[in-house]
C-alpha cells in the first residue's frame, strides 16, 4: 500500500517562490516514475514535472526554467521548487505515479499566486 502527502502550498507574489513536498510511504515509490499535476477549477489537469526513479527530469513548456522536479529515495520525498511564479499557475497540485493511480490521488496542496 502505497499513501501520499502534499504540503508546501500558500498565497505568494508574483514573481515569488515556493516549494512543495511529497512524502510517500510504502516501498513502491524508489521504482516508480513520479510526477507532479496541478488542476485549476474548469481546467484538465495537467502534468507540469516528472522524474524517474533515475533521476531523469521533464517539465512542461509552461513551467520549464522556473520549476524544479527532484527526489530524495532515501526520504521517500519528491519536491517541486517552484520560481518565478505567475498568476497562471494558480492551481491545486498533486503528486501521484506517472502514469497516475487513481487510488492515490488526494486532497493536494493549493498555490495561489497573486498580487
Known amino acids: 500500500q502505497v499513501q501520499l502527502v502534499e504540503s508546501g502550498g500558500g498565497l505568494v507574489q508574483p514573481g515569488g517562490s515556493l516549494r512543495l513536498s511529497c512524502a510517500v510511504s510504502g516501498s513502491t515509490f524508489r521504482l516508480v516514475t513520479m510526477g507532479w499535476y496541478r488542476q485549476a477549477p474548469g481546467n484538465q489537469r495537467e502534468l507540469v514535472a516528472r522524474?524517474?526513479?533515475?533521476?531523469?527530469?521533464n517539465y512542461a513548456d509552461s513551467v520549464m526554467g522556473r520549476f524544479t522536479v527532484s527526489r530524495d529515495n532515501a526520504k521517500n520525498t519528491v519536491y517541486l521548487q517552484m520560481n518565478s511564479l505567475k498568476p497562471e499557475d494558480t492551481a491545486v497540485y498533486h503528486c501521484?505515479?506517472?502514469?497516475?493511480?487513481?487510488?492515490?490521488w488526494g486532497q493536494g496542496t493549493q498555490v495561489t499566486v497573486s498580487s
Open positions: 501521484n505515479a506517472d502514469p497516475p493511480l487513481r487510488i492515490l
Open positions: 522524474i524517474t526513479s533515475g533521476g531523469s527530469t
